[in-house]
């Protein structure tokens, strides 16, 4: 699973590389490429959750893997939020994401924000450290699916 994940991000990475017009050739493709991309940042996130809401054992280096993908990851799916891409493949984006840019820009790059000092909060390997960052960051993504994000 963890190769698979590097794989998918390795390969996330060099597409952003790439002007946003030219990554995406159909409204499909970037539909497809956000999903996939807040699925993997979900999966590591939630592995940081259930050992910051003690569901599972804390572990150190596990989470500091987890968290270090999630702030890779959350750089990733904002250039598929392209005009046009509101339609095409069935979605749980709601139409403000469109018609409220600056705003949800602002959503992005908190949740960015919060990402990167969760991997800090992470690598210094404190239980503490990591439930105060994972909470923060979960306030986070909550605020932006209760904005922007159908049920």
């Known amino acids: 699973m963890k190769t698979i994940a590097l794989l998918a991000l390795a390969a996330a990475a060099a597409t952003v590389s790439v002007p946003a017009a030219a990554q995406f050739a159909k409204a499909e493709d970037a539909i497809e490429y956000r999903q996939a991309s807040f699925f993997v940042l979900g999966q590591h996130f939630g592995r940081i959750g259930a050992m910051a809401n003690g569901k599972v054992p804390f572990d150190a280096k596990a ?3 987890n968290a ?3 702030a890779s990851m959350a ?3 904002w250039a598929a939020f392209g005009p046009g891409t509101d339609k095409g493949a069935p979605t749980k984006a709601k139409p403000e994401i ?5 705003k949800y ?3 992005a790059t908190k949740l960015e924000t919060e990402s990167v000092k969760l991997a800090a909060a992470a690598k210094t390997g404190n239980l503490d450290n990591l439930k105060a960052a994972f909470g923060e960051a979960a ?3 909550k605020a932006c699916h209760d904005a922007y994000r159908n049920k």
């Open 63 to 65: 989470a500091q893997e």
């Open 139 to 141: 306030k986070t993504c």
């Open 98 to 102: 469109w018609t409220e840019q600056a």
């Open 75 to 77: 750089r990733l799916p």
């Open 105 to 107: 820009k602002e959503h």
């Open 68 to 70: 270090d993908i999630v």
